[in-house]
Structure formats: C-alpha cells, structure tokens
C-alpha cells in the first residue's frame, strides 16, 4: 500500500511538471467548440460558417466560386 501511495504521487509530480513545461496555445474563435457548417452554393462542399465567402445569391466556399456563380 505504502508503494501504491508512492507511485501515485510519483505519478502526480511527473504531470504537473509536464503540465508546466507545456506551451500554452492561445484558444481562438476557430478552434473552440463545434462549427456550423454551410454548404457552398456553387459546389455544395460544407464549409465552417467562419470562413465563408459572402455572396449576392448564396453563400461560397472561395472567391474564386463566387465569381464563377455570379458572374
């Protein structure tokens, strides 16, 4: 039992250290949570709604797409 308990916190310390040495990664928009994803008008690929091209008779997943809808 006595192991067990040293083991555990052996365990412990090893994490926390490697918790602490770990770069912290700024959190954006992007990566949080779940995305709503919207078809593109053009070629009906999902795209998160983040990065979607706005358009005059939809939306589009680039410029490039956009233009070709609508000319």
Same mark, same amino acid.
């Given at each position: 039992?006595?192991?067990?308990?040293?083991?555990?916190?052996?365990?412990?310390?090893?994490?926390?250290?490697?918790?602490?040495?770990?770069? !912290?990664? @700024?959190?954006?928009?992007?990566?949080? =949570?779940? +995305?709503?994803?919207?078809?593109?008008?053009?070629?009906?690929? !999902?795209? @998160?709604?983040?990065?979607?091209?706005? =358009?005059? +008779?939809?939306?589009?997943?680039?410029?490039?797409?956009?233009?070709?809808?609508?000319?």
């Amino acid at each position: 039992m006595k192991y067990l308990l040293l083991l555990l916190i052996a365990m412990a310390g090893i994490w926390w250290i490697r918790q602490q040495r770990r770069p !912290h990664r @700024p959190t954006s928009e992007k990566s949080s =949570g779940p +995305q709503t994803m919207v078809a593109c008008t053009e070629c009906g690929v !999902h795209v @998160p709604q983040a990065d979607l091209v706005q =358009g005059q +008779q939809g939306v589009y997943c680039s410029e490039a797409h956009r233009q070709r809808h609508e000319g």
